[in-house]
């Protein structure tokens, strides 16, 4: 095992790629001579030209439905997004383009290509760069939607990010780059799409999460620990596909659960879920599902509201208690 | 195509092959492609009248120099990209016309298997990207095949097809900012009928179509595209230029809709006095032009006419036979391609139906 950051972790992944399949390229804002916004690209622009590491200009309607274009001519793009708040210039392509091509094709042309870029807040960013993008892909079927939340799983699942044959949006978090962890010294670390991982094992109540909230919950099972309180914590990893059978098998030990996303309420990621556990698993619950998500308003850039618009541990904690019927202590 | 026009010495009209470089052979086949445009549209029109084709169908009618004129110079391996407005493109790239029609019926044997209709037309093994239905949408896509040929460094051109109202979108101005700094082999061709559905397009723009690549840096020009010989020569001119490595161009290809924006719209009305519209269909149509330039210079006459004719409306009722023979999708072609690949344990479907194979 190495020890390494997130951002070290996305650009092993990202040269690792590019040197295997010489397809691969990357294009998007400040990713070649700035070495990139965050610095994910570092080093790649001197290792595989400008070719293949691509500064665009700030368009990015313009420079996604290029990829997207190389992606149906059969090359396979990957756009870095400074945020994906920035993308929703650029969401056109991805849906109406990207995501519909292989069907209204009918099968001509499969699109491998990866979105990729932070989502969600950082710290007092303000309204226009803190939104948490992931619901706006995952209503489309066509896109598949990652969301990485350590080191070890933010290089292996990019890797198969880019060898998969659909679009991917691929999300990342300005506050994990500089998260440091442990990372399989293996050659070709590729972690499948689809597949949730029990970062936390407790049979008093599940919290599933994904991306950044991942690091939230483990603080929220830490306190409850303390309270004597034992909880499972399922990352998704990837949220379409989805391991619904992982969330399935965690709810039907603990009966009790709580999803914790970073986005809004309305139609988030926690909705899909609390339908899929009550179609699928009614009958082994034993409290409402409930949800720990952003307050439903847009970022405020005060750092007291912002702390409070954003789901807390302390939240999370909150609404575990209440799934098991315990008071306040 | 029942009128002339008054005939011009025989003389003149002998001098237009020579001066386009088209030979009068080619000429002819120019005229069999384009009657078969014609008949096909017509064909299309007559089935959307009894219901065969549903949605959105926007005919070509009177464009068909713009499509022959621009697709004809193209090698096997250039690419095309379009809007919606894409039938005769289509069948111009080589597209076969069976299955373009059995798409516009939404049958199991069309070029999208019915899954994507009229205006989602695709053959990747003639390289026709499409038919894509969001006005400017396909610029960028254009562009992005571009930077695959130059990346792969093969010599490929792409042509990309627009409406004149897609000069507007920002999607039209990003990309070709972009085609323009990284020279990419792409031409953008802006079939300039005059009318953004029904808006004219002076009244939203204070510049010439001409001048809207200007910003860029990219050579434009303007060519009539009802004269499907100068259309002809100006493409087979263009694309050595950009296969070269000269990095872009732009071109105002000048035409002009004898249809309604789509089968639901009107021909003429508020936004279009008929009067223009009849003028330009019995003065401007591209096949009655070409077929005088051949009968003056006597390299065809009436007879050798209505044999291409007939011909033409062989091929148009063929099409129109083969798609009523074609069965409509069954029914998992729902669900087929809704992905390109499958991934261990995680669902993808979310329906809740229990009949997708995604899981």
């Known amino acids: 095992m190495a020890v390494m950051t997130y951002r070290e972790a996305l650009n092993a992944a990202l040269r690792e790629e590019m040197e295997r399949d010489p397809d691969v390229f990357l294009m998007g804002e400040e990713v070649a001579e700035y070495d990139g916004a965050y610095k994910v690209s570092k080093g790649l622009l001197a290792k595989f030209g400008p070719k293949r590491v691509v500064d665009s200009p700030i368009s990015e309607l313009g420079f996604a439905g290029l990829c997207v274009g190389a992606s149906m001519a059969g090359l396979r793009p990957v756009v870095e997004f400074m945020t994906f708040n920035f993308a929703f210039l650029a969401i056109d392509q991805v849906i109406n383009s990207a995501a519909k091509m292989l069907y209204m094709s009918d099968g001509q042309f499969p699109m491998p290509i990866v979105f990729r870029g932070p989502t969600g807040a950082a710290l007092q960013l303000s309204a226009q760069h803190s939104v948490a993008c992931e619901t706006y892909y995952l209503h489309s079927p066509g896109v598949k939607v990652v969301t990485p939340a350590t080191p070890a799983d933010a290089k292996g699942l990019l890797k198969a990010s880019i060898r998969d044959n659909d679009p991917v949006a691929f999300m990342e978090g300005e506050l994990l780059y500089n998260f440091k962890g442990e990372v399989p010294e293996d050659e070709d670390l590729v972690i499948p799409l689809g597949v949730a991982d029990l970062k936390r094992e407790g049979s008093d109540v599940s919290i599933v999460t994904h991306g950044k909230m991942v690091h939230v919950a483990m603080q929220a099972a830490a306190k409850l620990e303390k309270e004597g309180v034992e909880a499972d914590v399922l990352d998704l990893r990837s949220l379409r596909p989805l391991d619904v059978d992982a969330i399935l098998a965690s709810v039907r030990k603990t009966n009790r659960a709580v999803y914790v996303e970073e986005g809004w309420s309305f139609l988030g990621v926690g909705a899909q879920v609390v339908a899929t556990i009550q179609e699928e698993a009614f009958d082994d619950l034993d409290a409402p599902v409930l949800r720990v998500t952003q307050a439903d308003v847009p970022m405020p850039y005060a750092k007291n509201l912002e702390i409070m618009a954003k789901p807390s541990a302390d939240r999370v904690v909150e609404a575990c208690n209440r799934v098991l019927y315990r008071g306040a202590r | ?359």
């Not at chain 2, 193209?74 to 597209?95: F, I, M, N, S």
């Not at chain 2, 900012?177 to 990419?184: D, F, K, R, T, Y």
């Not at chain 2, 006419?305 to 036979?321: K, N």
């Open chain 2, 1 to 359: 195509m029942a009128h002339t026009k008054p005939r011009k010495k025989a003389g003149e009209a002998a001098d237009v092959f020579g001066r386009y470089g088209v030979s009068p052979e080619l000429a002819l086949e120019l005229l069999r492609e384009m009657l078969l445009y014609r008949r096909f549209e017509e064909k299309a029109e007559e089935a959307y009248a009894i219901g065969k084709i549903g949605g959105f169908c926007h005919l070509h009618i009177g464009q068909e120099g713009a499509a022959a004129g621009s697709i004809k110079p193209l090698r096997e391996d250039d690419y095309v990209v379009t809007a919606y407005r894409e039938h005769t493109q289509a069948l111009a790239k080589g597209v076969k016309p069976g299955p373009v029609m059995a798409e516009l019926y939404g049958r199991a044997g069309g070029s999208s298997g019915g899954k994507g209709g009229s205006m989602h037309i695709f053959d990747r093994g003639v390289r026709f990207m499409g038919g894509h239905g969001i006005v400017g949408g396909q610029v960028p896509l254009a562009t992005g095949i571009a930077w695959k040929i130059k990346y792969r460094e093969e010599d490929g051109v792409v042509v990309c097809f627009m409406g004149d109202a897609a000069v507007n979108q920002g999607a039209f101005h990003e990309a070709l900012n972009m085609a323009a700094i990284w020279e990419l082999p792409a031409i953008y061709v802006v079939e300039n009928n005059q009318y953004g559905m029904g808006t004219a397009f002076r009244r939203v723009s204070l510049v010439d179509m001409v001048e809207k690549a200007s910003p860029y840096g990219i050579p434009a020009s303007v060519v009539n595209g009802q004269d499907v010989l100068a259309t002809y020569a100006h493409f087979r001119d263009l694309a050595e230029a950009v296969r070269g490595g000269g990095g872009p161009r732009f071109v105002d290809v000048q035409t002009y809709r004898f249809r309604g924006h789509s089968m639901s719209d009107p021909v003429s009305g508020t936004y279009r006095p008929k009067d223009e519209v009849d003028r330009m269909t019995h003065q401007q149509d591209p096949i009655v032009l070409l077929r005088d330039r051949l009968f003056e210079g006597g390299h065809l006459d009436q007879a050798g006419l209505e044999a291409i004719d007939a011909e033409a409306r062989e091929a148009a009722q063929e099409a129109a036979d083969f798609a009523d023979r074609s069965p409509p999708p069954g029914p998992e072609a729902l669900y087929s391609n809704v992905w390109a690949e499958l991934n261990p344990h995680g669902r993808l479907n979310f329906d809740g139906r229990g009949e997708s194979p995604w899981r």
